[in-house]
């Protein structure tokens, strides 16, 4: 027996037979027996890894899924009222189906509901969005992904809107200064994308990198991306330059998407070229979890950027699969610590711990670490403390846009909060 987290149990009993399949729909516990013949394996997939597949998955087939799993709980709870009625005899189902009815006919019944529900599903693979009832009212039943089904549709419309608004420039680009928190001055921006939908206005990345993934629109739209950040650091070095400041660095978010390409490298090295940046102003972010995928292969990528003379950045550091022994391995150069930890220091005393012994753990291991989500000056004094390297926060600056940029980097790059 297996309790409610694990949710499906697949034994492969003798020539591969299967049981308990189902239970990937149903949350509550079960139990079977099965008697093994010759060798026997059984397989436990935890219920969050199953939830996690299904939000990762296209965003069509997703629709799909959701729909055939509603009917299936829709023609269940039917099943079970039929069964409670014909046990208890006092139930009125408001389904079809009638407790009085004979055995046969109730069969009967079921299978004229099925048939509409497959009839249904070959509607809504045919085009007809509304064959479930998705477009007009849901059915009152029991089912947790019920509520998704109409994000998902507006999901598929956003992808199609999506391919044309690389074509049509609705993205821009806005920069979050990143502060040198020793010397209270500027080193850096992190390029944050933002899309200038035409009907809902302007849009943060949340809403659409996860469209931009499964659509694989990531690449281009990450390339775009790419080039106009190099672009922008090139025009914040010719102001630099004007008035006698070292040139900023310029971090780049990456998607796992871009970083899985086999020409990752030689695709930046082409927008090196095509803009003349210098290759080491340039900071890549990627996250933990994409170097724990494919760990031989990242570390090759690594490699590669590392060559070209590009530094990377671990974002969100702390929250994913945190593991210390890839730092070992990995030609990584900066920490940014997740705001998270940050945002919660002060009222949470483990937090500070983490915090202080994060920033420790950086320099020990020669690492340069950003405090990410910095927005209050008490904070920012304790990273102070702890010897910090940069700073990141609404405290400092929300993104803005690259002519305000510009009038930052012109009217001083010292930010007055770090001598609190
Ligand atoms: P991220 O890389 O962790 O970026 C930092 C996010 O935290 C940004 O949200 C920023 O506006 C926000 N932030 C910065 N300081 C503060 C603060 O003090 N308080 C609070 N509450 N928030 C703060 P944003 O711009 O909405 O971006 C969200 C995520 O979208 C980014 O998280 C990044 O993962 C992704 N993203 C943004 N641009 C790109 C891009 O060009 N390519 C890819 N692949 N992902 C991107
Ligand atoms: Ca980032
Ligand atoms: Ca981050």
């Not at 899924?65 to 006092?90: A, C, F």
């Not at 019944?109 to 064959?131: C, I, K, P, W």
Request: aromatic share 6%; net charge negative.
């Amino acid at each position: 027996m297996l309790n409610g987290t694990h949710s499906i149990v697949v034994a492969t009993l003798g020539e591969g037979e299967l049981l308990g399949e189902m239970a990937l729909i149903d949350a509550q516990t079960r139990s079977t027996t099965a008697t093994a013949i010759g060798t026997t394996e059984l397989l436990i997939i935890p219920r969050s890894y199953v939830i996690q597949k299904m939000f990762t998955a296209d965003p069509t087939l997703r629709l799909f899924l959701q729909v055939i799993l509603d009917r299936y709980r829709d023609m269940r709870s039917r099943i079970m009222n039929v069964l409670d009625s014909v046990t208890n005899q006092e139930n009125e189902s408001d389904s079809a189906i009638h407790p009085s009815q004979p055995p046969e006919q109730l069969i009967t019944t079921l299978m004229d509901e099925y048939n509409e529900m497959q009839s249904r599903v070959l509607e809504a693979l045919n085009g007809n969005t509304d064959a479930f009832g998705i477009a007009g009212e849901r059915h009152n039943i029991d089912g947790m992904y019920k509520e998704d089904a109409d994000s998902t549709a507006s999901e598929v419309s956003m992808g199609n809107s999506l391919q044309v608004a690389l074509e049509e420039k609705q993205f821009e680009l806005l920069f979050q200064p990143i502060m040198d928190l020793q010397s209270g001055r500027i080193a850096g921006c992190e390029a944050l994308i933002r899309w200038h939908h035409p009907e809902l206005g302007m849009l943060s990345p949340n809403k659409f990198i996860g469209i931009l993934e499964e659509t694989g629109l990531i690449l281009s739209v990450g390339a775009w991306a790419l080039e106009n950040a190099c672009n922008t650091a090139q025009r914040f070095n010719e102001l630099s330059a004007s008035i006698g400041i070292p040139a900023l660095y310029m971090s780049i978010n990456l998607s796992g998407k871009q970083f899985e390409t086999a020409n990752l490298a030689a695709d930046i090295g082409i927008i090196i070229d095509r803009t003349g940046i210098n290759p080491k102003q340039i900071k890549l972010e990627i996250t933990e979890s994409l170097l724990m995928l494919e760990p031989a292969r990242a570390i090759s990528s690594l490699q590669e950027l590392q060559e070209l003379g590009i530094s990377v950045a671990i974002d969100d550091f702390g929250v994913g699969y945190s593991s210390f022994s890839y730092l070992q391995h990995f030609p990584i150069d900066t920490l940014k610590i997740d705001r998270s930890f940050v945002s919660t220091m002060l009222k949470n005393s483990k937090a500070m711990a983490i915090v202080h012994s994060l920033v420790l753990l950086a320099k020990n291991l020669k690492l340069k670490i950003i405090a990410e989500g910095v927005e209050h000056p008490t904070e920012l004094a304790k990273l102070k403390e702890y010897g910090c390297d940069y700073v990141q926060g609404f405290m400092i600056s929300e993104p803005i846009t690259e002519n305000q940029f510009m009038e930052l980097i012109q009217s001083n790059t010292h930010i007055p909060h770090t001598d609190t």
